[in-house]
């Protein structure tokens, strides 16, 4: 069964730093790959998704992944972070052919002025 | 398109109450899930669909039974409400090809149990 990890419970940056996101997957082949964000009392929203080809992917917001087969890693990253982007955010995995994720347990964003 | 609703927004129980969590969804999705969302936890699954009169058990489903009648609705049923079940619940719905598994949420239903 795949297994997803987010190392980081809370992650903590300034406003306009640069932020990483970790997330490792446990599966024995490429999986479709998920990040998610979840504002305060909302649901989740879909940021973006790798399947296959290329490694980086774009998403919605600034936000970019890459997917590093070899570290079974997807981590999210964005250049500059913004007030707005305090939030949490989850990583999800499934593998090819299911139509059921796993998610991580979430990490927590929280922006300083 | 309203996307995927859910009703009550918020909802306070006793223990041994019972009651029933809605989720609609106007996409004509084939697959539903349900997930219980706790601090620390993140989203565990409960009860997934794949269609009208076809339901399955995830990783917590104890306490909780579905139905799925239709294509667009996937009701939530608590038998007998206990503390445990505080929580806050979504639901979620995925086109079964064409998405590659992408879910789309609902605004979640926050649940109090006393």
């Known amino acids: 069964a795949q297994s997803v990890t987010q190392p980081d419970i809370h992650i903590t940056v300034s406003e306009g730093a640069s932020l990483e996101l970790r997330c490792n997957y446990s599966?024995?082949?490429?999986?479709?790959l998920f990040w998610y964000v979840q504002s305060p009392g909302q649901g989740l929203q879909l940021l973006l998704k790798?399947?296959?080809?290329?490694?980086l992917v774009q998403g919605i917001k600034g936000f970019e992944a890459e997917f590093k087969r070899s570290q079974s890693s997807f981590n999210l990253r964005k250049p500059s972070v913004h007030w707005s982007d305090a939030a949490e955010y989850f990583c999800a995995v499934a593998p090819g052919g299911s139509y059921i994720p796993t998610f991580g347990r979430g990490t927590s964003l929280i922006v300083h002025p | 398109n309203a996307g995927v609703t859910q009703t009550p927004k918020f909802q306070v129980l006793k223990t041994g109450q019972s009651m029933t969590l809605q989720c609609a969804q106007d996409m004509n999705h084939e697959y539903m899930s349900w997930y219980r969302q706790d601090p620390g936890m993140g989203l565990r699954l409960i009860h997934y669909s794949v269609g009208a009169g076809i339901t399955d058990q995830g990783e917590v489903p104890n306490g909780y039974n579905v139905s799925r009648s239709t294509t667009e609705d996937f009701p939530l049923r608590l038998l007998s409400a206990a503390p445990s079940q505080t929580s806050v619940y979504f639901c979620a719905s995925s086109p079964l090809k064409g998405s590659y598994n992408e879910q789309f949420f609902g605004p979640g239903t926050r649940l109090t149990v006393l």
């Open positions: 599966y024995g082949a490429t999986p479709y």
């Open positions: 790798y399947f296959s080809g290329d490694t």
